[in-house]
């Protein structure tokens, strides 16, 4: 795994040095080099095992010696299964799908898009100061501590407890799902808008400061028009997002698709559930290429920035 | 001193000194930019700075701008009714062309115009935006620099020169007492180069405002400027300031 640096040619024979000699007897045939005693070409200097190591490689060896150590998770039970029957029998189950129950379905995808919108409607209000909060360009020490930390806080706890808790407020419907979701997505919008307004040059908010503008209107003219499109790139990527976790969060009560899905898995109605994932496949797919589209647009007029 | 007094014979009013230096000297690392720089420019002026590059020319337009605290020395900006202020104290009374343009890359060319202005507005007025007069007239000034078309055009898909253009109309549009333009004509063509300059003459002549101008050709500075601040890379630290012949 460690390079070492054994394996060198010797001198005499290393193209490297074929090379160097070819130059040298060039210009010795020019008249420059004294006969008898050809100078030394330079040599290429190799580097120490130690010098090779970077961060990349030092972090590629852990998670190869992570990787040796975490076998035992393959172990499963322990007992003979027949784990290519088991999985053919299983997804023969799926097959064909149920598509009659498209109207319910229809109706709690829509459902799960007001959960996955009102949720991301929400967090965008939030994160918004707490991005700013948290950007190390724009506020101060102290203050960018506490949000980050904050923000870690929140997306350390992953969107199904914060649908259970949303569930433990205000009861098994729709809006448990928003309040989880909003939590969840404010966890990831505070730390992209953070790096996004870190990411804008402040040089130019600094000119519009010298030439009288006040601090707000520095931040609003000259911050925020290199910041928006970050910003909104962003938050399609978080619509997006929500959409697919809003289809899981009805697992726990909170409203929408995954409602549905744990009423069909309870009664081994698995031509239905496979009904409701193929509606899921088709909004997450065209919200993929929808939103990759509109993100290349937003974000191919940008200048590069430095971060 | 007494000599640049009576340079501004436009000046509309008497001229009365708009920016004083007194002993100014500024060190960077451990080399004096200047030093003991001791200057009274009249209102109405049109100064050159010149100079080899590195030698601090850019400094010392930050000093003028509020931008960079002078090593020691004393620098004054008088208003018009005498009183005295530090370098950037009054907000919007300075206007910078900066080296860089420093525009925002992502709005149009009349936003940032626009922004030329928004010191005279508290932050909540220009929430969403100025005034349709401020407007009209910035896109004016705009035209008259030959960007009229490209109005509304994000400032990084526009050229060098184009947006070295709107630099200059933001600084025309905000109005300022005094000018602060580092190398505003070191993208234009000749015939933009005189149109540029001659704006900022006017401004100066005409309408009493300050300009300093840093130039690298010496016949621009002949044929706009009336006083000369030259920094000399011989001595450490060392400056000139003269009367331009011709005048």
């Given at each position: 795994m460690?390079p070492?640096?054994?394996?060198?040619?010797?001198?005499s024979?290393?193209p490297?040095?074929?090379?160097?000699?070819g130059?040298?007897?060039?210009?010795?045939?020019?008249g420059?080099?004294?006969?008898?005693?050809?100078?030394?070409?330079?040599r290429?200097p190799?580097l120490?095992?130690?010098e090779?190591?970077?961060?990349?490689?030092v972090?590629l060896?852990i998670?190869?010696?992570a990787?040796?150590?975490s076998?035992?998770a393959?172990r499963?039970s322990g007992?003979?299964l027949d784990?290519?029957?088991?999985?053919?029998?299983?997804l023969?189950?799926?097959f064909p799908p149920?598509?009659?129950?498209?109207?319910?379905?229809?109706r709690a995808?829509?459902?799960t898009?007001?959960?996955?919108?009102?949720?991301t409607?929400?967090a965008?209000?939030?994160?918004l100061?707490l991005?700013v909060?948290?950007?190390?360009?724009l506020?101060?020490r102290?203050?960018v501590t506490?949000?980050?930390?904050l923000l870690?806080?929140?997306?350390?706890?992953?969107?199904?407890?914060w649908?259970?808790?949303?569930?433990?407020?205000?009861g098994?419907?729709?809006?448990?799902?928003v309040i989880?979701l909003?939590?969840y997505?404010v966890?990831?919008?505070?730390k992209f808008?953070?790096?996004?307004f870190?990411?804008v040059?402040?040089e130019?908010?600094r000119?519009?400061?010298?030439?009288g503008?006040?601090?707000?209107?520095?931040f609003?003219?000259?911050v925020?028009?290199?910041a928006?499109p970050?910003?909104?790139?962003y938050?399609l990527?978080m619509?997006e997002?929500n959409?697919r976790?809003?289809a899981i969060?009805?697992?726990?009560?909170a409203g929408?698709?995954?409602?549905?899905l744990?009423?069909?898995?309870e009664?081994?109605q698995?031509e239905k559930f496979a009904?409701?994932?193929?509606f899921?496949?088709?909004?997450v797919?065209t919200?993929?290429?929808?939103?990759e589209?509109?993100?290349?647009r937003?974000?191919?007029?940008?200048?590069?920035?430095?971060? | 001193?007494?000599?640049a007094?009576s340079?501004?014979?436009?000046a509309?009013k008497?001229?009365?000194?708009?920016?004083v230096?007194?002993?100014l000297?500024?060190?960077r690392?451990d080399?004096?930019?200047?030093?003991g720089?001791d200057l009274?420019v009249?209102?109405?002026?049109?100064v050159?700075?010149?100079?080899p590059?590195?030698?601090?020319?850019?400094?010392?337009?930050?000093?003028l701008?509020?931008?960079?605290?002078?090593t020691?020395?004393?620098?004054e900006?008088?208003?018009?009714?005498g009183r005295?202020?530090?370098?950037?104290?009054?907000?919007?009374?300075?206007?910078v062309v900066?080296?860089n343009?420093?525009?925002v890359?992502?709005?149009s060319?009349?936003?940032?115009?626009?922004?030329?202005?928004?010191?005279r507005y508290p932050w909540w007025?220009t929430?969403f935006?100025?005034p349709r007069d401020e407007?009209e007239?910035?896109y004016?000034i705009?035209?008259?620099l030959g960007?009229g078309?490209?109005v509304?055009r994000?400032?990084?898909?526009t050229?060098g020169g184009e947006?070295?253009?709107?630099a200059i109309?933001?600084?025309l549009f905000?109005?300022?007492?005094l000018?602060?333009a580092d190398?505003p004509?070191?993208?234009l063509?000749t015939?933009l180069?005189g149109?540029v300059l001659?704006i900022?003459?006017?401004?100066a002549?005409?309408h009493?405002?300050?300009?300093?101008c840093?130039l690298h050709?010496?016949?621009?500075?002949?044929r706009?400027a009336e006083?000369?601040l030259?920094?000399?890379?011989?001595?450490?630290?060392a400056?000139?300031l003269?009367k331009?012949a011709?005048?």
């Amino acid at each position: 795994m460690i390079p070492r640096d054994s394996s060198n040619p010797s001198p005499s024979t290393s193209p490297a040095s074929l090379l160097g000699a070819g130059l040298v007897s060039a210009a010795g045939s020019a008249g420059n080099a004294a006969p008898g005693s050809p100078p030394e070409p330079p040599r290429l200097p190799e580097l120490r095992w130690y010098e090779r190591l970077n961060v990349l490689g030092v972090s590629l060896i852990i998670f190869l010696l992570a990787c040796a150590a975490s076998t035992p998770a393959l172990r499963g039970s322990g007992r003979q299964l027949d784990y290519v029957g088991n999985l053919r029998r299983f997804l023969g189950y799926f097959f064909p799908p149920d598509l009659s129950v498209w109207p319910e379905t229809l109706r709690a995808l829509a459902e799960t898009a007001q959960i996955a919108v009102m949720a991301t409607a929400f967090a965008i209000v939030i994160a918004l100061p707490l991005g700013v909060a948290g950007a190390r360009t724009l506020a101060p020490r102290w203050l960018v501590t506490t949000s980050r930390m904050l923000l870690n806080v929140i997306r350390t706890v992953p969107s199904l407890i914060w649908a259970l808790i949303g569930v433990a407020i205000v009861g098994a419907n729709p809006l448990a799902g928003v309040i989880g979701l909003t939590f969840y997505s404010v966890g990831y919008l505070g730390k992209f808008f953070s790096d996004a307004f870190e990411s804008v040059d402040l040089e130019v908010a600094r000119g519009l400061r010298a030439i009288g503008a006040g601090r707000i209107q520095a931040f609003q003219h000259g911050v925020w028009p290199h910041a928006k499109p970050l910003v909104w790139s962003y938050v399609l990527w978080m619509i997006e997002y929500n959409l697919r976790s809003a289809a899981i969060i009805g697992y726990v009560g909170a409203g929408g698709l995954g409602v549905q899905l744990a009423g069909y898995q309870e009664y081994y109605q698995w031509e239905k559930f496979a009904t409701v994932l193929l509606f899921i496949l088709v909004l997450v797919t065209t919200l993929d290429v929808l939103g990759e589209w509109i993100r290349s647009r937003i974000t191919r007029k940008l200048p590069r920035s430095r971060a | 001193m007494s000599s640049a007094d009576s340079t501004s014979t436009f000046a509309a009013k008497p001229p009365s000194a708009h920016v004083v230096a007194r002993g100014l000297g500024l060190k960077r690392g451990d080399r004096w930019l200047f030093r003991g720089l001791d200057l009274s420019v009249p209102r109405g002026s049109f100064v050159a700075v010149v100079g080899p590059s590195g030698i601090g020319k850019s400094s010392f337009l930050a000093c003028l701008a509020g931008l960079l605290t002078p090593t020691e020395g004393k620098l004054e900006i008088h208003d018009a009714d005498g009183r005295i202020h530090a370098p950037g104290g009054v907000p919007g009374a300075t206007g910078v062309v900066f080296q860089n343009n420093l525009l925002v890359p992502t709005s149009s060319l009349l936003s940032n115009v626009l922004c030329g202005r928004l010191g005279r507005y508290p932050w909540w007025r220009t929430v969403f935006g100025l005034p349709r007069d401020e407007r009209e007239l910035a896109y004016r000034i705009l035209c008259d620099l030959g960007l009229g078309e490209k109005v509304n055009r994000w400032v990084c898909e526009t050229s060098g020169g184009e947006q070295q253009r709107t630099a200059i109309a933001r600084a025309l549009f905000q109005e300022p007492e005094l000018y602060l333009a580092d190398e505003p004509v070191s993208n234009l063509d000749t015939y933009l180069t005189g149109r540029v300059l001659g704006i900022l003459r006017q401004e100066a002549a005409r309408h009493g405002r300050t300009v300093f101008c840093v130039l690298h050709n010496p016949q621009l500075v002949d044929r706009f400027a009336e006083l000369v601040l030259s920094f000399d890379p011989a001595g450490d630290g060392a400056w000139k300031l003269r009367k331009v012949a011709s005048r």
